[in-house]
């Protein structure tokens, strides 16, 4: 069984930068790795994943502002945000797919969840 949680959020101008974190518990070199987040009253939605092996995928809202990776050896993923936006507001989560589970626009295959952390940007 694998527990993630997830820190690092919090409130910050437009423009600004914040890093999450996400610790996990168990199996971790095996897992892809990834991110949503959910606005309120907006579903939820993809943000990025890294594979086991380093490749790294984003949303096309996010491109070339935010950076995924991971340190196996400290069993975390981080999620750089930077040149953050109004609309980048909701609750990120953290989530994680045995291999070769699929980190669709849902997340509908991944079989652990973080429990969310808020990011607030203001404008």
């Known amino acids: 069984q694998v527990q993630l949680v997830e820190s690092g959020g919090g409130l910050v101008q437009a423009g600004g930068s914040l890093r999450l974190s996400c610790g996990a518990s168990?199996?971790?070199?095996?897992?892809?790795m990834g991110w949503y987040r959910q606005a309120q009253g907006k579903q939820r939605e993809f943000v990025a994943r890294?594979?086991?092996?380093?490749?790294?995928l984003y949303a096309d809202s996010v491109k070339g502002r935010f950076t995924i990776s991971r340190d196996n050896a400290k069993k975390t993923a981080y999620l750089q945000m930077n040149s953050l936006k109004p609309e980048d507001t909701a609750v990120y989560y953290c989530?994680?797919?045995?291999?070769?589970?699929?980190?669709?626009?849902?997340?509908?295959?991944?079989?652990?969840w973080g429990q969310g952390t808020q990011v607030t940007v203001s404008s």
């Open positions: 168990g199996s971790f070199s095996i897992l892809g």
């Open positions: 890294i594979s086991s092996g380093g490749s790294a």
């Open positions: 989530a994680a797919g045995l291999p070769q589970k699929r980190f669709d626009s849902r997340g509908l295959e991944l079989d652990y």
